[in-house]
């Protein structure tokens, strides 16, 4: 009724009518979209119920110390996304003062503390990373990205110890498990506020904007209760908390880790081609939890597709459609077509245009770790034969008999393409005017570079 109220005040056209009335059905399904996903872990009582009053302003904390957001970032995002498709209104908040200080949960031990330049460069590169994923244009209910430096600065220590500081009790912050766990291995004074500090921005957020609702990760359930405390003893009314279980691999290894690292939604952190491996690699047993967590689909549509990867588990049809959907959010469709192309070069039927199509990065991505030789374009002006270039030129056969017998057996590719005793080299070949990629059999790679 509330909903319609509105509605009809607003003299909304009949599209802008329907649009409402379909915010007010996603509505009523908020916390049951989230839990069928499997992306409730905690929720203080009385959540639901208060999201299905009508349009509720719900956010998320995001630490700046990285000037880029990475996959375990995409959890908290996608719940916002949620909260968003479902009527509510989003505020990304990214923590310009706390991310001076460190938040020691799940951590064990202290962080490097960064200044504000950084902080604040850092900001802006996440931002427009958010906007990949949030609406900040347009509607009632547009996301909207605030910053804590812009209110922490202002107020004194004398200040915040007596007007914050006195609701909340040694004892109660002792009790959370952020701190417990490191109280052996040691929690400088200064990590040890940082609870209290986060509480207050749920405090300053819900009696300036009305934000009512602060979700993140399952070990920010201690920070984010201490808010909701806060809220509550500094006579601010009521105040939920809702968290996502933190992701882990079903072998037990850390989500978002690789032997190469941290797998960064910044494409010069982590290629393209690499993210799309990244998903493309996924286990059998962790896949439909990264589709649920990750991306839209609907239970139909991901029923359908687990019935579609059961026929033919070897086609990967899960981890494909996972690796595109996240390839063409985070970069491009452009990106995404890349590293489908790059990675049929390595496990498909390719071609030799599909390699040569290859921008210089994907490349380099793709034949990371490859035994490369240089040869100087001198040596090509005129033609190397085969011969010479698979074993003079370079170590990639160890002799030339051994290069005639590889030819002889129609064993030996350049460019992706066979080639036999006759072949010659010439600048023609190069792929992005500098590279030469020798293949012996289906796996054996080799690349040469070309240099002046």
Not at 136 to 151: I, R
Request: aromatic residues 10%; contains cysteine; charged residues 25%.
């Amino acid at each position: 009724m509330i909903l319609n109220s509105h509605i009809l005040d607003q003299k909304s056209s009949q599209f802008d009518y329907l649009s409402h009335k379909f915010i007010a059905i996603k509505m009523k399904n908020l916390v049951e979209e989230l839990t069928w996903r499997g992306m409730v872990h905690d929720i203080t009582p009385g959540t639901e119920a208060h999201l299905l009053l009508g349009q509720a302003s719900v956010y998320v904390g995001f630490d700046p110390t990285a000037d880029s957001l990475h996959v375990g970032n995409l959890i908290p995002i996608m719940m916002l996304v949620h909260a968003q498709r479902s009527g509510h209104k989003p505020y990304a908040l990214v923590g310009g003062a706390t991310g001076m200080i460190g938040d020691p949960s799940g951590k064990s031990q202290e962080r490097n503390l960064l200044d504000l330049e950084q902080i604040n460069f850092n900001l802006n590169a996440q931002k427009e990373q958010l906007k990949q994923f949030l609406n900040f244009e347009k509607g009632s209910n547009k996301a909207e990205l605030v910053n804590n430096y812009d209110w922490f600065k202002d107020i004194s220590l004398l200040d915040f110890i007596r007007d914050a500081g006195k609701h909340i009790t040694v004892n109660y912050m002792l009790a959370k498990d952020s701190v417990k766990k490191r109280l052996e291995t040691g929690l400088s004074f200064t990590e040890f506020t940082y609870q209290l500090i986060q509480g207050y921005d749920f405090f300053w957020l819900k009696k300036n904007e009305n934000v009512t609702l602060q979700m993140g990760g399952a070990d920010q359930w201690g920070n984010i209760t201490t808010g909701t405390e806060l809220i509550r003893r500094m006579g601010a009314g009521e105040a939920y908390a809702m968290t996502c279980p933190l992701m882990t691999k079903a072998d037990g290894g850390k989500f978002g880790k690789t032997e190469s690292g941290t797998i960064w939604l910044d494409r010069e952190k982590t290629s393209p081609y690499e993210f799309y491996q990244f998903w493309f690699n996924a286990s059998d047993e962790d896949v439909l939890k990264y589709l649920k967590t990750f991306t839209l689909y609907s239970q139909d549509e991901l029923i359908e597709l687990e019935h579609e990867h059961q026929k033919a588990p070897h086609e990967r049809a899960m981890q494909k459609k996972l690796g595109e959907y996240l390839t063409r959010k985070v970069h491009s469709d452009e990106d995404y077509e890349m590293a489908l192309k790059a990675s049929s070069i390595l496990f498909g039927n390719s071609t030799a245009q599909d390699l040569k199509s290859l921008n210089e990065q994907t490349f380099l991505d793709v034949f990371k770790g490859v035994s490369q030789a240089e040869i100087s374009k001198e040596k090509i002006k005129n033609g190397i034969e085969i011969i010479e270039l698979l074993s003079t030129e370079t170590d990639f056969l160890s002799s030339k008999g051994d290069a005639r017998r590889n030819l002889e057996q129609n064993a030996i590719s350049v460019n992706k393409e066979k080639v036999d005793d006759k072949f010659i080299l010439n600048s023609s070949h190069l792929i992005n005017e500098k590279y030469i990629l020798l293949q012996k059999g289906k796996k054996n790679y080799f690349v040469v570079k070309i240099i002046d």
